[in-house]
């Protein structure tokens, strides 16, 4: 069974940082394009970054452009998300998804085929 589990979140002030992870297990996904989405209540799901297969591309939506930064550790089936100089805006349910067709970056979110849980960050003023 594919299971993507994300990890990281909590309650921070506004300027603080996380580190949000995201552990693949039931197949390898090394190689396959990966990406980070959040969803604040009463909004729709909105992208936040992705990153190729290999790990050399990455993209970022410009909300969050110079504070969050995406990498991956292929060896560890892990992707990760690193936030700083956080928001309150920031405040969101944070979802890893895994496009396993591609190996190039990816936005759309109706191209990714597995979702983990999602983990809460809130950022307080």
């Known amino acids: 069974q594919v299971q993507l589990v994300e990890s990281g979140g909590g309650l921070v002030q506004a300027g603080d940082s996380l580190r949000l992870s995201c552990a693949a297990s039931?197949?390898?996904?090394?190689?396959?394009?990966m990406g980070w989405f959040r969803q604040a209540p009463g909004k729709e799901r909105e992208f936040v970054a992705s990153?190729?297969?290999?790990?050399?591309?990455?993209k970022s939506a410009d909300s969050v452009k110079g504070r969050f930064t995406i990498s991956r550790d292929n060896a560890k089936n892990t992707v990760y998300l690193q936030m700083n100089s956080l928001k309150p805006e920031d405040t969101a349910v944070y979802y890893c998804?895994?496009?396993?067709?591609?190996?190039?970056?990816?936005?759309?979110?109706?191209?990714?085929?597995?979702w983990g849980q999602g983990t809460q960050v809130t950022v307080s003023s």
């Open positions: 998804a895994a496009a396993s067709k591609y190996t190039v970056l990816i936005q759309r979110p109706n191209w990714y085929d597995y």
């Open positions: 039931g197949r390898a996904f090394s190689g396959v394009a």
């Open positions: 990153i190729s297969g290999s790990g050399r591309s990455t």
